[in-house]
């Protein structure tokens, strides 16, 4: 027993130090974290902050301080406490042959839906990796700097194109 609470505690020590790496990334002066790929639209429009429109419960991050200045605490959107309900999927990598890892869909209903600081897209699900089949294997669509392998997202949500997810 104590071995499997051992297991867990690192499990969520990586999560947490996975999270404090995004939101870096998002609060520095570097540019929104755009991605060259097909399925997502340009954002060249975009504040530099990351945001989001999600609405959710969040865990408590850190008790009575903000994430970041401007207000953009909603960053940590990852800590949602119910955002894994869902659908549980297999999704694949370039063609519906190629299965890349085991996962759920987080459906969040609001209109023009933002993730990573990135729209979602019309064709893209919004997605929680739970387990990779191939953790080598690139994202579809990555979080530069932060999620680009399948093993970078376990645990976390992405975007992910919805003709490459199988129920």
């Known amino acids: 027993?104590?071995?499997?609470?051992?297991?867990?505690?690192?499990?969520?020590?990586?999560?947490?130090?996975?999270?404090?790496?995004?939101?870096?990334?998002?609060?520095?002066?570097?540019?929104?974290?755009?991605?060259?790929?097909?399925?997502?639209?340009?954002?060249?429009?975009?504040?530099?902050?990351?945001?989001?429109?999600?609405?959710s419960k969040f865990t408590e991050v850190a008790t009575s301080k903000e994430v970041c200045e401007d207000g953009c605490d909603d960053v940590v959107e990852q800590t949602e406490v119910e955002a894994n309900k869902g659908k549980d999927c297999k999704l694949a990598f370039s063609s519906k042959?190629?299965?890349?890892?085991?996962?759920t869909?987080?459906?969040?209903?609001?209109?023009?839906?933002?993730?990573?600081?990135?729209?979602?897209?019309?064709?893209?699900?919004?997605?929680s990796v739970n387990y990779a089949i191939n953790g080598a294997s690139p994202l579809p669509i990555p979080v530069k700097g932060v999620l680009n392998t399948v093993e970078d997202d376990i645990g976390s949500q992405v975007a992910w194109p919805e003709d490459l997810k199988f129920l």
């Open 105 to 127: 869909i987080v459906d969040i209903n609001v209109p023009q839906q933002l993730l990573h600081n990135v729209p979602l897209g019309k064709e893209n699900i919004r997605v």
């Open 1 to 55: 027993m104590m071995e499997e609470q051992q297991k867990k505690h690192k499990a969520v020590q990586k999560l947490l130090q996975k999270k404090i790496e995004m939101l870096k990334v998002a609060i520095s002066d570097q540019p929104c974290n755009v991605s060259n790929s097909p399925h997502i639209p340009n954002i060249s429009h975009m504040c530099e902050k990351a945001s989001t429109n999600t609405p």
């Open 97 to 103: 042959d190629n299965i890349v890892a085991s996962g």
